[in-house]
């Protein structure tokens, strides 16, 4: 589905198909709402935290507890992570601007789930730039790089309805969070149809705790 469909059928609204599905597009302005951001920033963040964790459990396993190594392996971790901070923020805004600054969406709801899909236009961009990120931390060593990388080249998500633990209204946000236990979608809604949206996903959900 090629963005003419949405130009000629519904740009802002959710629209019923012939198929019985809901759909609509959203576009979410990657200069003003940084949750993607913070969200790349949390994948790198536990990816590096979870390699120094395994490193330093294994030096204690091997040589014992040493504070004053420790010290020094706890201030390595904050200067890289540092670092991770000003890299990952410079290659958001440098990929926001590629898209032209906005994420564009469109999504896909039934009695049975909901599909978060970005445009055929931008999924495009958007495997090319996580193919380069994913080759340019293999060529530096960089685990963090690599699993950006290989986080931005997944352009779609489906949530199945059955499978779902928590949702979660985000209304100034416009957001609402659709989570199952390993996996985190991530669902817009315009301010006239968030209420319409909601409601259904929580009607839908019959495991919520």
Not at 36 to 47: A, D, E, G, N, R
Not at 166 to 178: F, H, W
Request: some cysteine.
């Amino acid at each position: 589905m090629d963005n003419k469909y949405w130009d000629s059928v519904a740009t802002e609204r959710v629209a019923l198909c012939d198929d019985g599905k809901y759909r609509w597009r959203y576009d979410v302005n990657l200069f003003k709402d940084l949750d993607i951001y913070w969200l790349i920033w949390k994948v790198m963040f536990f990816s590096l935290a979870a390699i120094f964790a395994i490193g330093i459990i294994s030096d204690i396993v091997r040589w014992g507890f040493d504070s004053v190594t420790n010290l020094k392996n706890y201030r390595v971790f904050l200067y890289i992570t540092l670092g991770m901070t000003v890299i990952s923020a410079l290659s958001y805004f440098i990929y926001a601007a590629i898209m032209g600054k906005y994420y564009c969406i469109v999504f896909e709801m039934d009695e049975h789930g909901v599909n978060h899909r970005q445009t055929d236009v931008q999924a495009k961009k958007a495997k090319k730039i996580a193919a380069a990120t994913t080759l340019a931390g293999a060529a530096s060593g960089s685990l963090s790089t690599m699993s950006a990388g290989l986080g931005a080249s997944r352009t779609e998500m489906y949530t199945e309805f059955s499978k779902v633990k928590k949702v979660k209204p985000y209304r100034r946000k416009k957001l609402i969070k659709v989570n199952e236990i390993l996996n985190h979608n991530r669902v817009y809604a315009h301010p006239e149809d968030f209420e319409f949206v909601y409601n259904f996903i929580v009607s839908h959900c019959e495991n919520l705790k």
